[in-house]
């Protein structure tokens, strides 16, 4: 069974860092690619970031293009997602999933294919 346990998040200053993690248990993470997803409060969620398999194709809303960095170590079963000059309008829960193998090695826009979601971590950006 595919899970996933996100942990990292906390109470950073504008302008601070947090590195998110995305532990799988269950399965071989290597076989997936995996996004990033946040939901601020009274919000849809969104996505933020995905990694391909292989990890040699990322993509990264608009929003946080330029600060947020995601990555994998297929070997320690994790990905990751480093957050630099952190705003408040990143404050949110950050969840993370797996697209589904029907869909390939790669990133989907639609949030309907991915599955295994997360409990979420909570992000909040404040002074």
């Known amino acids: 069974q595919l899970q996933f346990v996100e942990s990292g998040g906390g109470l950073v200053q504008p302008g601070g860092s947090l590195r998110l993690s995305c532990a799988a248990s269950?399965?071989?993470?290597?076989?997936?690619?995996i996004g990033w997803f946040r939901q601020a409060p009274g919000k849809e969620r969104e996505g933020v970031s995905c990694?391909?398999?292989?990890?040699?194709?990322?993509n990264y809303a608009d929003s946080v293009k330029g600060r947020f960095t995601i990555s994998r170590d297929n070997a320690k079963n994790t990905v990751y997602l480093q957050m630099n000059n952190l705003k408040p309008e990143d404050t949110a829960v950050y969840y993370c999933?797996?697209?589904?193998?029907?869909?390939?090695?790669?990133?989907?826009?639609?949030?309907?294919?991915?599955?295994?979601w997360g409990q979420g971590t909570q992000v909040t950006v404040s002074s």
């Open positions: 990694i391909r398999s292989s990890g040699d194709s990322t």
């Open positions: 999933a797996a697209v589904r193998l029907a869909y390939g090695f790669t990133c989907s826009p639609r949030q309907d294919d991915y599955y295994a």
């Open positions: 269950g399965f071989a993470l290597g076989y997936y690619a």
